[in-house]
């Protein structure tokens, strides 16, 4: 008996949490918004110095590569569930 009382506390505050940690779907947008932005100004930044130098190179790649992921969650954020 004691178990199942303390297996309901645990279910109930789970519940509890995962309603507090739920963002809004605006914010997860602005966020989306904001990592394409983010990533694209540093591809442009990075394509800019890398003419004669190659420093630059792996950071241009993975910035290419995150503006492609947030690419694809914006899209998915605005798909109608």
């Known amino acids: 008996m004691f178990r ?6 645990l ?8 309603k507090r940690n739920k963002m809004k779907n605006s ?3 602005s966020i989306a918004k904001a990592g394409m932005t ?4 540093a591809l442009i930044v990075t394509g800019a110095t890398m003419r004669g130098n190659h ?9 290419g590569v995150a503006l492609v992921g947030f690419s694809v969650w914006h899209y998915n954020v605005y798909q109608k569930a």
């Open 4 to 9: 199942l009382k303390s297996v309901r506390k």
């Open 11 to 18: 279910e109930k505050r789970d519940k509890k949490l995962e």
């Open 27 to 29: 914010d997860v947008r």
């Open 38 to 41: 983010l990533s694209l100004a």
């Open 55 to 63: 420093h630059n190179r792996h950071i241009h790649t993975w910035a």
